[in-house]
């Protein structure tokens, strides 16, 4: 008998829906699958993850969409990474860039050899042997190319865009390829006596069955919290921000091919420039700061006049104790919600799609594949979590009872032996499914002053000479590349410039 999954229902659009429409209707095309995606358009959208981080072209790619008309009609830029600004202290900035940091040399981390020569007065500022951090000094940008010989090999790059206009692009690809979509809200749930959801209900009548049902409901879990009581891993004392004011405003000055974080008193606020404006939001503590208070810091600190009215989200940091209950499977702000300080809400999507594809059930859903679905997304989510956490933690900023809290509150023992780790002769060790590499915590932890006590003692087994010489080298040639670079404005104008 053929159990095959023959009926998927996407409970919810957005960004996560629409991302898992556009996925499953790419690989089940050809209408192998009932694709359906239930989404209403009275219920409002949050809407405010406009930036990305590398994995998102592997994405794309996946789906085989032409990069300049994706980028053109989401009126998006190029992101190169993240300006801190004020995190470490006031006056303070640092770059997280999207690439590696020089090359290793003989096996030997190149972080280690520039730790040696930098206390010897012999090395640059890190940033300077990093390709997309020099790119964003210079407000350049280029592609990756495929050349491993070329310095631009290195350099790796995500998107700002507009989300609803990225939700748009993707219906437009999924419904081509046979999802379709049905207006209303739902109204009630049906469930099997074996408690696995057999169909939802809309305001209008209609039932809609199926096999597999993937919750993009938001925050609320229409079936992953409110039906199947999945629990939640409340992460707020260690991410105390609780909620974000967030607002549009005119676009002027350069694209900046880079998102900018600049902390303030009680939490931070974002900046990212897309073609037609900028987005901007200040993610606070409520303990901390007032909705009035935060919303007047935000207003103060724009570039350009505001062009819609400021509006509130409400948010608690954490994960679903479990993100696959029975026959549902939770993504985006169903399945858990990280602040969005390094990018990583539509990847988090990305994850969980692929992880679904990776182990897509049939109609006896084995409990094995659940729990190895549930399992990997857990660990993505705590290692992501350890990551967001530093940046409060490891701050000098004493200023306001909002950084006192943060940089005093104990943390995850998992962050906590990293530190040790690093703290001691600067080692790193990636987990296994730990989506921030080597280069992403030594950017952010140098960028915060957190400075090993000691190098690798493999370092002096090398030359000193020869690697002044080396770092030299690759100073000049990250340097000379990216002043060749065409200027990001001029990049998008002759490429992807929205009409």
């Known amino acids: 008998m053929d159990r095959s999954i023959r009926k998927i229902v996407i409970v919810g659009g957005g960004t996560a829906g629409w991302m898992a429409a556009a996925a499953l209707a790419r690989v089940f095309g050809g209408g192998s699958r009932d694709i359906r995606l239930v989404e209403s358009e009275e219920i409002g959208r949050v809407g405010v993850g406009e930036a990305t981080i590398p994995p998102i072209n592997t994405f794309n790619s996946i789906l085989g969409i032409d990069e300049n008309d994706f980028v053109r009609k989401t009126q998006g830029t190029f992101k190169l990474g993240i300006e801190f600004v004020d995190w470490t202290r006031k006056g303070h900035r640092y770059l997280h860039p999207f690439g590696e940091f020089g090359i290793d040399i003989e096996g030997v981390k190149f972080h280690q050899i520039w730790h040696k020569l930098r206390q010897r007065g012999a090395a640059a500022d890190i940033a ?53 979509r049905h207006e209303g809200q739902i109204v009630e749930v049906l469930r099997r006596e074996d408690g696995f959801i057999d169909a939802v209900r809309l305001a209008n009548g209609d039932r809609i069955e199926g096999d597999l049902f993937i919750d993009c409901s938001g925050f609320r879990g229409l079936l992953i919290e409110q039906t199947l009581a999945a629990g939640y891993e409340d992460w707020s004392h260690w991410l105390p921000c609780d909620r974000a004011a967030a607002v549009q405003c005119e676009q002027g000055g350069e694209f900046t091919p880079y998102t900018r974080s600049t902390a303030h008193a009680a939490g931070w606020q974002w900046r990212i420039p897309l073609q037609h404006r900028i987005g901007n939001g200040y993610v606070y503590s409520s303990r901390h700061i007032s909705d009035d208070e935060a919303i007047a810091t935000l207003l103060a600190n724009l570039d350009g006049a505001p062009s819609t009215e400021p509006r509130i989200l409400k948010f608690t940091g954490g994960m679903r104790r479990k993100a696959w209950i029975k026959n549902v499977v939770a993504l985006g702000l169903a399945s858990g919600f990280m602040e969005p300080l390094e990018s990583t809400s539509i990847h988090l999507v990305q994850a969980g799609v692929t992880r679904l594809l990776a182990l897509f059930p049939d109609r006896d859903f084995n409990q094995r594949e659940i729990d190895e679905y549930n399992q990997l997304m857990t660990s993505q ?119």
């Open 128 to 180: 300077e042997y990093c390709v997309p951090a020099v790119a964003c000094q210079l407000n350049r940008f280029a592609r990756t190319d495929p050349d491993p010989r070329s310095v631009l090999s290195r350099l790796k790059y995500a998107f700002h865009f507009d989300a609803s206009l990225y939700a748009q692009y993707l219906r437009g690809f999924a419904e081509a390829r046979g999802v379709r």
């Open 381 to 499: 989510y705590e290692r992501i979590r350890d990551f967001i956490i530093l940046h409060y933690h490891a701050t000098e900023r004493r200023d306001s009872p909002f950084w006192q809290y943060c940089g005093t509150m104990p943390i995850p023992q998992t962050l906590a032996r990293k530190l040790e780790l690093w703290r001691a002769h600067g080692r790193l060790f990636q987990h296994e499914y730990e989506l921030f590499a080597d280069a992403n915590w030594t950017a952010v932890l140098l960028g915060q002053n957190i400075v090993p006590s000691a190098y690798d003692p493999l370092v002096d087994g090398l030359d000193e000479n020869a690697l002044r010489h080396k770092l030299e080298q690759i100073r000049a040639a990250i340097r000379l590349t990216a002043q060749k670079l065409p200027t990001h404005r001029d990049f998008i104008e002759k490429n992807c410039r929205a009409h």
